[in-house]
């Protein structure tokens, strides 16, 4: 079962922040936390990752509470092909097989 | 940008058919896996491989499922004897090592079993 809990839908307008929060708050220390989006059916793309630092990408940035309960995904100019359902997914950094995909938070960015 | 592509992008079959789903993955990735999604509901894992072997699988993947990488580019799902119940979107997905958790998912193949 996932081991994190997200809202269920949020809306952004475009050109606005979307901040998408997720909480884990029984993550293990050697556990990251991984973002992934799925655009409408389509495969799942990897957003980023982190452990406890922030972390910034072409994509997003992830920012982790210091007790690492907590994270939040920032998409910093939020377009309306940024529509789609994100999934946060807890994950051992030597794990080599599953993700444990949950039901996501479903973004909507309107113009 | 390399990418992962599955083909085809939609199988349509009888029930107890076979079918044989494809998947091309990044090239120089090691790890490999089938995930489904059932209309409406979770991506749910299926099955993992590496090093010519499985290296884990889910409840769902019984059987009726196996796996293959029958030369250097292609991975493999079959379903021996299709089910209503398998409709459903299949993803096929790569890492490279060493990081095995950041994965790269296909287009998927949109399997329906009439």
Redesign the interface.
């Known amino acids: 079962d996932a081991k994190t809990t997200q809202p269920t839908s949020m809306d952004c307008a475009e050109g606005r922040a979307a901040n998408l929060p997720c909480n884990h708050s029984t993550i293990s220390g050697n556990e990251y936390v991984y973002w992934y989006r799925q655009i409408h059916s389509q495969g799942p793309q990897y957003i980023i990752h982190g452990l406890k630092n922030n972390e910034t990408n072409e994509m997003a940035s992830l920012i982790i509470t210091e007790d690492r309960k907590s994270s939040t995904l920032i998409l910093p100019h939020a377009t309306l092909r940024d529509t789609a359902v994100y999934y946060c997914i807890v994950s051992p950094s030597h794990n080599t097989d599953k993700l444990i995909f949950g039901t996501g938070t479903r973004l909507q960015v309107f113009p | 940008e390399p990418e ?1 592509t599955q083909t085809p992008s939609h199988q349509v079959t009888q029930m107890g058919q076979e079918v044989i789903l494809r998947c091309v993955p990044i090239s120089n990735h090691l ?1 490999f ?1 089938w ?1 489904r ?1 059932i209309l409406g509901q ?4 299926l099955v ?1 491989f ?1 090093n010519n072997e499985i ?2 699988k ?1 409840e769902i993947f019984d059987d009726q499922f196996s796996v293959e990488r029958p030369d250097g580019s292609n991975f493999t799902l079959k379903i021996r004897s299709t089910k209503l119940e398998d409709s459903a ?1 299949y ?1 096929c ?1 790569s ?1 490279e090592p060493p990081r ?9 193949t949109r399997l329906t079993v009439l």
Do not use: C, N
């Open positions: 992962v790890y896996y995930y999604q979770k991506v749910e894992f993992s590496y290296s884990e889910s979107m993803f997905a890492s095995a958790d950041t994965q790269y998912f296909g287009p998927g």
